[in-house]
């Protein structure tokens, strides 16, 4: 098939090279020309395991290409609308500002029976209104919302093994579903679920998901407080309830909280959404799940003036992890930069370390100090913060570790060490409801 990516964030860069691995060919689109440049070079701009491998062979054979000139798209088939949908500044509804551009930039370019396919996440009653839009100036075109699902750090993967396919087309529209029925017959083939339904529940599915997910963290979170307040430990018992198949283990580790590009942005956009609506009742509780999810931040400083005597002012503080999860170099919303920004702010000496997000990091926050080596960061510290679960703090001996810092205090933010061990090796460790 001959498929456009309109969008080459994060989302469209992974969907335009895993398209091209399938065997279409591909052009990308995106307004920006570094990032158009970087990845005709074979060089995406953030960091995402598996994707440079993929882009590189693809822009290799040709199958993929990128421009800035949506022009260029014009004898596509399909187009992929990928652009990002972020939290309006000042609100905390979605802006689509970017969908609506990028789709009215595309409307003079469609082809005789081409088929606009949204990825990104909007809020419900979008794609219904751009197919209003299609019906009036480009009728020989079709819209489809095909939801992405992708997690950073297993995009790849995700993107060519997907969970399920989920399609939104119009009423009575067959030809959309083939279509991507072609564009996916690789999954499709491997056993992949695929779900034919309306937009409205297309664009649904998205959101519910990620505020299902959200809620399941904060959940966990909330009990967390709930144990540190008896003495039960959260991990044995989200062990314990996850044998419970209706409720399942994932996404019931308990910690300093959920941040990134999609799951706190969604929460709040689905609330406003709501309101719009006048449904805003229905899903008041999200936020009281962003709610627990931003104490999760102030609980772990918290911890860590107890575990200093009361004052963190002038102590030497290691921040283990800056981005919001490991395997990404991303720190929108990181609940890990968050905490080194507020232990800065009392008058701690923070050197915070990071695989990946340094570079992000300081962007935002130019104020703190990094360092790439942990080994310096933990050099001399007086209290250790884990709050990103990389591999190799996870992996951290308390013996080695002890040697370098100047005080054996640790605050385990993702609740990944053994306090056992580390209790034995001298520390005064902390988690977030471990006894
Ligand atoms: C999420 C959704 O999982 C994905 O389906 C959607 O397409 C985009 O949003 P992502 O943001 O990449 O993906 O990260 P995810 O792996 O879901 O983690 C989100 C946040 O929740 C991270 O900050 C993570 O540390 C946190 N988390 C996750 C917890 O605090 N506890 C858990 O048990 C699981």
């Not at 998901?209 to 039960?232: P, Q, Y």
């Not at 003036?305 to 290691?318: E, N």
């Not at 605050?411 to 006894?435: H, K, M, T």
Request: aromatic share 6%; proline share 4%.
């Amino acid at each position: 098939m001959r498929i456009s990516v309109i969008g080459c964030g994060y989302l469209g860069a992974v969907h335009a090279s895993a398209m091209a691995e399938l065997g279409h060919e591909v052009i990308g689109i995106d307004v920006d020309e570094r990032k158009i440049a970087a990845l005709a070079a074979g060089r995406p701009s953030f960091f995402e395991p598996g994707l440079p491998e993929i882009l590189a062979s693809a822009t290799e054979t040709g199958r993929l290409r990128f421009s800035t000139d949506i022009a260029d798209a014009a004898d596509a088939q399909v187009h992929f609308l990928a652009v990002g949908t972020p939290q309006t500044a000042g609100s905390s509804a979605a802006d689509v500002s970017y969908v609506d551009a990028a789709f009215a930039a595309l409307l003079p370019h469609l082809a005789e029976d081409a088929i606009v396919v949204g990825k990104s996440t909007v809020p419900v009653g979008t794609a219904a209104r751009l197919a209003g839009r299609l019906a009036e100036e480009a009728p020989h075109a079709s819209l489809a919302w095909n939801p992405e699902f992708l997690r950073e750090g297993f995009a790849v993967k995700d993107t060519l093994e997907p969970d399920r396919l989920v399609y939104g087309v119009a009423e009575g529209d067959r030809h959309a579903a083939s279509v991507l029925d072609q564009i996916y017959r690789a999954a499709l083939e491997a056993g992949t679920p695929r779900i034919v339904t309306d937009y409205a529940t297309a664009e649904l599915v998205k959101v519910a998901a990620n505020a299902f997910l959200a809620t399941k963290i904060s959940f966990i979170n909330a009990m967390s407080e709930i144990a540190d307040a008896t003495g039960a430990d959260v991990t044995a018992l989200a062990d314990a309830l996850g044998h419970d198949a209706r409720i399942g283990r994932r996404f019931l580790n308990a910690g300093v909280g959920f941040g990134g590009g999609c799951l706190p942005k969604d929460i709040r956009a689905f609330t406003a959404r709501a309101e719009e609506l006048g449904r805003g009742e229905a899903l008041a509780f999200l936020k009281e799940v962003d709610a627990i999810n931003l104490r999760q931040r102030q609980r772990v400083v918290d911890l860590a003036v107890l575990a200093l005597g009361g004052s963190v002012h002038r102590k030497k503080i290691a921040v283990l992890g800056v981005t919001f999860k490991p395997d990404s170099d991303d720190v929108r919303d990181s609940p890990a930069l968050d905490v080194a920004v507020l232990l800065k702010g009392l008058g701690a000496d923070v050197v915070a370390t990071d695989p990946e997000g340094i570079e992000n990091a300081r962007a935002r926050h130019p104020q703190l100090d990094y360092t790439t080596s942990s080994r310096e960061a933990l050099h001399d510290a007086d209290l250790v913060v884990l709050v990103t679960e990389w591999r190799e703090y996870r992996a951290l001996d308390p013996d080695a570790t002890g040697r370098l810092v100047a005080g054996r205090r640790i605050i385990d933010g993702r609740n990944v060490l053994d306090p056992v061990a580390w209790r034995a090796a001298g520390w005064d460790y902390r988690g977030l409801g471990r006894p």
